[in-house]
Structures are given as structure tokens and as C-alpha cells.
């Protein structure tokens, strides 16, 4: 995957993407995800990889400061046309244009699994969170501590191709940043576990 080819397939994917992915299963477990997340009035929030909006109708955004980001100019286009009073920019989750120790929360749905290079983006998520923030990640991970199935390492290349790697180990892309961001929860969302709930909070930095 790259970031042309991103934009080419999420701009194919933006029409229908609600139809598959903010529905039924998906809605559920994005539901569960956010519904014990409590932010503070007035926090400030990103949201990375945005895409059509998803997540944003589980928080009250008219209590909190919002930023949302999103390489696809096509899905913010769709997610703009239903939250107009939130600011959205057309961003590279690996490279964010925002200061160090901007948000107290970032949300990242779905986008560790579709950029090209999943350590840049955790790296930026933990450089522009603050010191004592949270990252809230909804994604899709290879099993903890066991190898992808023949079924699976068969078809990772056409899912890919698709806009998204189901073959990605959390534990790999954690190293990253485990200097700085310890887990304070690790849990099964969906699918036998292959979507999982990870939250991170930022323990080191902004001094």
C-alpha cells in the first residue's frame, strides 16, 4: 500500500462506505468501543482517519474541541457534508502538522491497518498527544502471539489492495512508542478478536 494508491481506493470506497462499514456489526462494535469513554468538556480531540464520520456520532462534540483528519479528500467529503461545524483537513496520518502535545484524546478507527507505514502514524499519535492523554485505537491486528492462518496469508495481498492489511501485529507497531505510551487495555471487539480495542496513555513527554 501507498498513499496514491490510498486516495485512488478510498475514493472509490467513499460512496458506499457507510453502507458497509457504519451499519449492522461494525456500528455495534464501534458503539462498544466508545461507550465507556469519558472526555472532559472543553478536551481537545483528533480524530485520525476520520473518513466518512463514523465515530464522531459516539462523543459530544459540541462539548469538546474537535479536529479530524483524513488522507482521503473524498471521504472527508462525505463526513463533512455531516458534521459542518467541525473542522476537517486533509492530512497524512504519518506525517500530522500539529504541535507536540496538542490533544488530550486521539481516536483512530481503522487507520493503523490502511496507512503505509503504521509505525510513523502511532509515533505521530504519541507526539502530539499530551502527557497524561489517552489514544483510543478501534482496528483489525493479526492474532496475539500466533502466526496468520494459510487462509489468511493467502488472501492478505488482495486485501491490501483493498485499502487495508489484516496481517499487522499490534505488538510490532507498539515498540514504537512503548517508551512513551503504556496499554491500559487490550480487548476483543469483533470477529474473533481480530478487531480489537486498544488504548494507550501517554506517560513520558511534554515537559
Known sequence: ?????????????????????????????????????????????????VGTGADLAFFPLDRLKVVAVDYSIDMLKKAEGKYPHIEFMQMDAQSLSFPACSFDLIVASL????????????????????????????????????????????????????????GISFAKVYKAVKHECCVIEDSDVMMSGMYRKIVLKKITGCT
Open 1 to 49: 500500500m501507498n498513499n496514491s494508491w490510498n486516495a485512488f481506493i478510498y475514493k472509490c470506497w467513499a460512496p458506499v462506505y457507510d453502507f458497509f462499514f457504519n451499519r449492522g456489526l461494525f456500528y455495534s462494535a464501534r458503539k462498544r468501543v466508545f461507550a465507556q469513554v469519558n472526555v472532559a468538556e472543553g478536551s481537545r480531540v483528533l480524530f485520525v482517519g
Open 111 to 166: 487507520i493503523v491497518s490502511v496507512v503505509p507505514n503504521p509505525e510513523k502514524a502511532i509515533l505521530e499519535m504519541a507526539r502530539v498527544v499530551k502527557k497524561g492523554g489517552t489514544i483510543i485505537i478501534f482496528d483489525k491486528f493479526a492474532p496475539r502471539h500466533q502466526k496468520l492462518s494459510g487462509v489468511k496469508k493467502i488472501i492478505r495481498p488482495v486485501i491490501k489492495l483493498l485499502g487495508t492489511d489484516i
